[in-house]
């Protein structure tokens, strides 16, 4: 079985300053990981996902995440926020069980 | 466009209702999922289509909850006698790949179901 823990409910920085978003896995087997971002009314896009083909991932939008194995961490980063980053960001993990999404960081952007 | 589509986006149901959502896929999708998530919370699975056939139905919190997939394509999530612990945003995700794949590959979600149980 796997579990994903996003460490943060809510996040709050202001626009222009880096963004952090932290995440923890647990896992008997090298897991399959992705971020997801949840914009109200809206479905769940995709940022960037992790499948062992590089520790250092690159999604849209400016995001990546590091796979740190180490650490079981694969923590959100973005150079600089953007007013549009507001939304709910989902740390899931994929495998052969099924997705497991953790409980989400509420992103806040202050102008 | 061509993404995965939900029907009806909002749903109020009485309490011991029953309800009936849609899901359409993108097209060619192998795999579908339907997840559940409460207010607050992350998705939580619910049950896996690959074409067809149902292989994995164990999240599915009670026997009010059916899901059929009767040719592949288009999917139903059927709610019995609605209680107010129903109340949650029902989502569907289709994948292109089969079987495991499609938990270690992306998933396309809709924008999902608001279902309110009064």
């Known amino acids: 079985a796997q579990s994903v823990t996003q460490l943060d409910s809510h996040v709050s920085v202001s626009e222009g300053t880096p963004v952090l978003l932290r995440c923890n896995y647990s896992s008997s087997y090298s897991p399959s990981l992705f971020w997801y971002v949840q914009h109200p009314n809206k479905g769940l896009q995709l940022l960037l996902k992790y499948t062992s083909a590089a520790t250092l991932v690159k999604g849209i939008n400016g995001f990546e995440a590091e796979f740190k194995k180490s650490e079981t961490s694969f923590h959100l980063t973005k150079p600089s926020a953007h007013m549009s980053d507001a939304a709910e960001y989902f740390c899931?993990?994929?495998?052969?069980?099924?997705?497991?999404f953790g409980k989400g960081t509420h992103l806040i952007i202050q102008p | 466009g061509a993404g995965v589509s939900q029907s009806p986006r909002y749903k109020v149901a009485k309490r011991g209702q029953d309800v009936a959502l849609r899901c359409d896929p993108i097209s060619g999708h192998v795999s579908l999922f339907w997840y559940q998530q409460a207010l607050g919370q992350g998705p939580e699975f619910l049950t896996y289509f690959q074409n067809e056939a149902q292989l994995d139905k164990s999240g599915l919190p009670s026997d009010r909850f059916f899901a059929e997939r009767p040719e592949g394509s288009v999917s139903t999530l059927k709610i019995q006698r609605t209680q107010q612990e129903d109340s949650a945003v029902y989502l569907c995700?289709?994948?292109?790949?089969?079987?495991?794949?499609?938990?270690?590959?992306?998933?396309?979600f809709g924008p999902g179901t608001r279902l309110t149980v009064l």
């Open positions: 899931v993990g994929g495998g052969a069980d099924g997705l497991t």
């Open positions: 995700a289709s994948s292109l790949f089969a079987s495991g794949g499609g938990f270690y590959n992306e998933q396309f």
